[in-house]
């Protein structure tokens, strides 16, 4: 099981785990205090860098596809993909989107009409109007940007470089040395922030999701939807997951995300079929052309002299959750994306995904939007005394065969936090493995071992949840997730600027004709 695990590393990350989760458990007051206390300060003062961020990845993904970088191919110019694309783009997607689009995709537009952006009064038609829009924007192109130089850096140099294994602190040696004992330390430091943000990161995706499961399973069996039970469903997926990473990538994850991507367009079909159709869809363009219009307004947008909250409790959120999951993310992309040219890597990211997520969103938001609006049935409200597990519930009830669509929609959350995990699991075995070859993968048990470690924090929130009467669940979530994601900026500048630094050698000596088509050779001989 441990054959090729980095053991003190391993050892280093356990530990920081268990410290905190133990912290949580025996001193639940005093835990959400300090997480919020240190969430207030980051999102009020830090809100413009986060959103300047967005904004440079943005720019990042279009300076990609349109220049001719996005030529450059991962594993070299012959290099053939492992994956068809539909699967390639399938288990990217995947491994990123998690439950979170299934249940902010329907419930988002419901807080956001009761604490609306810009000033604007809650309930009103300008309320609704932006309501529908900014979901798509928090799960659009700026969003899904983040995650691509990150991926390409560490790609190119698992690939094309060939430092040894997909540990980020080898991606960082064109500026990290080996044989100092600075930089050798230093490296340290990176993999231990890593593995420790990683598992924060994902957070926000498992905390929300298996709430919601046990709520919905309440419903369907005709029981409490208790503690007892939410921890049961947490002991299921285990066990789920223990089938899914103890497999091969393409005989796993493959082969989940495939079946996953194929029902969720199956169920978001027939919501737009029996639903409100017209509305859904009139709202989806509009929604489209608000982001279009309000895109750079939303960008920078930093709400410091209303100060009404809503950029701090969600976009710079939602900004700081992409940055914790930079290099999780960028260490699946770059294993699954041998044989894809830089162009492909970054159209997928900055277009096709934030594509998927509009349609999810236009079509699970707007069909909750429509019977709130048209038929009287306010979601909103009981967003505000059932929480989001309740709204959900509501809404699942008014679709045809409401039983069956419940059982559809449990197995989507169940699906997507199965493919989240198991991408992760296996993602993290590789940064703590050591004398992997380049196509092998770490041992299955060493794997299920990292997953199983995944599900520690969401159990300790549940305890939190219990034992502090009147605790804010999300909010503390996503106080959680912003905290672990500063750890990441610094590790992120060291990537990057080894990144470009080895990428420019490459270009100055013409080793990068060696990861570029010959019919694209050309390009690189102008103006370089």
């Not at 009103?124 to 983040?146: I, N, P, Q």
């Not at 998927?356 to 909103?380: D, P, Q, R, T």
């Not at 505000?384 to 309740?390: D, L």
């Not at 996503?478 to 600027?497: D, E, G, N, Q, Y």
Request: charged share 10%; with cysteine.
């Amino acid at each position: 099981m441990f054959k090729n695990a980095n053991k003190p590393l391993m050892v280093v990350a356990i530990a920081i785990l268990a410290v905190l989760s133990i912290l949580m458990a025996a001193f639940p007051d005093q835990s959400a205090t300090l997480i919020a206390d240190i969430y207030n300060f980051m999102t009020q003062e830090l809100a413009g860098f986060f959103l300047v961020l967005g904004v440079l990845a943005f720019a990042a993904t279009l300076f990609v596809v349109f220049t001719k970088y996005g030529d450059i191919k991962l594993g070299g110019a012959d290099a053939k993909p492992h994956y068809s694309t539909f699967t390639w783009v399938a288990m990217v997607l995947c491994s990123a989107l998690a439950a979170g689009i299934l249940i902010l995709g329907a419930t988002e537009w419901m807080y956001y009409v009761q604490t609306p952006p810009f000033g604007i009064e809650p309930y009103t038609l300008d309320s609704y109007h932006y309501a529908s829009a900014y979901g798509m924007f928090h799960w659009g192109f700026s969003a899904w940007s983040f995650y691509l130089i990150p991926a390409l850096a560490i790609g190119y140099m698992y690939w094309n470089k060939k430092v040894g294994s997909i540990r980020i602190s080898d991606s960082c040696l064109g500026v990290l040395d080996k044989n100092k004992p600075s930089h050798k330390a230093a490296m340290w430091v990176i993999d231990g922030v890593v593995a420790l943000c990683y598992v924060g990161s994902l957070l926000t995706t498992i905390a929300l999701g298996t709430p919601v499961m046990a709520e919905l399973i309440s419903a369907l069996i005709g029981i409490p939807n208790s503690f007892n039970l939410q921890i049961g469903v947490i002991v299921l997926f285990c066990l789920f997951i223990i089938l899914s990473v103890s497999r091969t990538i393409a005989k796993g994850m493959a082969v989940i995300s495939d079946f996953n991507v194929k029902l969720a367009i199956a169920f978001l079909l027939l919501m737009l079929i029996t639903g409100p159709t017209f509305f859904i869809l009139n709202n989806f363009v509009m929604a489209i052309g608000t982001n279009i219009q309000d895109f750079w307004r939303m960008s920078f947008y930093t709400d410091s002299i209303a100060q009404t909250g809503f950029i701090q409790g969600w976009t710079v959120f939602y900004w700081s959750w992409y940055v914790g999951l930079t290099l999780l993310t960028g260490v699946w992309n770059a294993r699954v994306s041998y044989g894809r040219s830089f162009r492909e890597v970054a159209i997928v990211n900055g277009f096709w995904a934030p594509l998927a997520c509009w349609v999810s969103f236009g079509i699970l938001g707007n069909y909750g939007m429509g019977l709130e609006l048209n038929k009287g049935i306010m979601l909103s409200e009981t967003l505000s005394t059932s929480g989001q597990n309740g709204a959900i519930l509501e809404m699942l009830r008014t679709l045809p065969l409401p039983t069956v669509s419940i059982i559809v929609f449990v197995v989507l959350i169940f699906f997507n936090l199965a493919t989240t995990v198991t991408a992760s699991g296996t993602s993290l075995a590789m940064l703590t493995s050591q004398g992997l070859k380049e196509e092998e993968e770490p041992n299955k048990w060493y794997k299920v071992f990292w997953s199983f470690l995944f599900l520690v924090i969401p159990v300790s929130i549940l305890i939190l949840e219990k034992n502090v009467p009147g605790l804010n669940v999300l909010n503390t979530i996503k106080s959680m997730t912003t905290v672990v994601a500063m750890p990441v900026i610094p590790v992120l500048v060291v990537l990057l600027w080894s990144f470009f630094k080895v990428l420019r050698k490459d270009i100055i000596n013409g080793d990068i004709l060696k990861a570029v088509p010959q019919n694209k050779h050309r390009k690189w001989f102008i103006n370089d």
